[in-house]
């Protein structure tokens, strides 16, 4: 009768450990489900290579934007100005090498440009940072006010498009190959720093209980002020992917992207409370995302106008996935 009852509860505690494995890699069959969804309502979203590589290379600023948030949401904060950074860092860069008439033309060489969007991107991730993990200010705050600062200032800079920009300096995002290959290793890289560095166990041990990480020796402040740096970084080189990808610097560039980084984190996976989730994972939500967007703009049912409202929807969907993933798991761990 033990041999029986032991042999059961080893059947069940598989059962859960497959159940919680499969709630961890949710995002990768809703992708196949959708695609499968897509193929059969607008086939020609996804018919041919070149569609496909269009896809993926539209979606490489905003992939690296889920990124930047994917890190800050593992450390257990967030950071709301992330589309602000792409923004001012492109705006104020293309200010600098650009030969328009608004643009100050200080320099042509791209590597000016490369050094300097970076450099932008940082200083203000380190500063957010800083604020959040030294100061203590709420992360909500303190990025929502640089969401509106950073913002503004952008604005304050140009309202015109930014152009005459040096052709390398372009060359990144403008190249679908490259481009796409850019956020495939940043992806893969953090992937790897995630889970086999001290680095990344500290923020996930941070984002999961930061007054124990600081128990077992964690300096917790430097590692928030590491991930806003990371997250400015990534947010800076999405400025510079969206400008590549455009040929110059939209006025309104790096506009909205937030609310669209955080719907794919939370649908790959990241945890909101933090400690929990795969980079993986985040990058299935930015294909999902850019499949779903393409499938729209290519539908002849749905009309732009109409767009801004779904892509909220799957936003709505997004959370109420992640509410399910999260009280299913609950159940489970509860049970065990």
């Not at 290579?49 to 600023?61: E, R």
């Not at 604005?155 to 052709?167: E, H």
């Not at 997004?318 to 489970?332: D, N, P, V």
């Amino acid at each position: 009768m033990s041999t029986q009852q032991g042999a059961l509860d080893r059947l069940l505690a598989d059962t859960d450990n497959l159940l919680l494995t499969l709630l961890e890699n949710m995002i990768w069959p809703i992708l196949l489900l959708v695609i499968i969804a897509i193929f059969i309502a607008v086939p020609q979203t996804l018919s041919t290579f070149n569609s496909i590589q269009l896809i993926l290379w539209g979606g490489v600023p905003i992939g690296l934007l889920v990124l930047a948030e994917s890190i800050c949401l593992l450390s257990g904060h967030f950071d709301l100005s992330i589309g602000a950074i792409a923004g001012l860092s492109g705006m104020l860069t293309g200010m600098v090498v650009g030969t328009c008439p608004a643009c100050w033309g200080v320099s042509h060489n791209a590597f000016v440009g490369f050094g300097l969007i970076v450099l932008i991107g940082l200083a203000i991730g380190v500063f957010n940072g800083y604020m959040v993990g030294v100061v203590g200010i709420n992360p909500f705050l303190q990025t929502l006010s640089f969401l509106i600062i950073v913002q503004g200032a952008r604005t304050a800079l140009n309202t015109q498009p930014a152009t005459g920009l040096p052709s390398l300096y372009i060359f990144p995002g403008s190249k679908p190959k490259v481009a796409i290959g850019i956020m495939l290793v940043a992806f893969v890289l953090f992937g790897l720093v995630m889970r086999y560095t001290r680095f990344g166990q500290a923020v996930y041990a941070t984002g999961s209980d930061e007054r124990s990480a600081r128990e077992v020796g964690i300096s917790t402040s430097r590692v928030i002020i590491a991930v806003y740096a990371i997250s400015g970084v990534l947010s800076a080189i999405a400025g510079l992917m969206i400008t590549g990808f455009t040929g110059i610097v939209p006025p309104l560039i790096g506009d909205g992207l937030v609310f669209q980084a955080f719907a794919g984190a939370v649908i790959g996976g990241i945890s909101l409370f933090g400690g929990r989730g795969k980079v993986t994972g985040a990058l299935g939500g930015v294909i999902l995302i850019q499949v779903i967007q393409s499938a729209l703009n290519n539908s002849t049912v749905i009309g732009a106008t109409q767009i801004q409202m779904i892509n909220g929807i799957v936003l709505f969907v997004a959370i109420l996935l992640y509410s399910t993933q999260e009280s299913i798991r609950s159940r489970i761990l509860a049970s065990t």
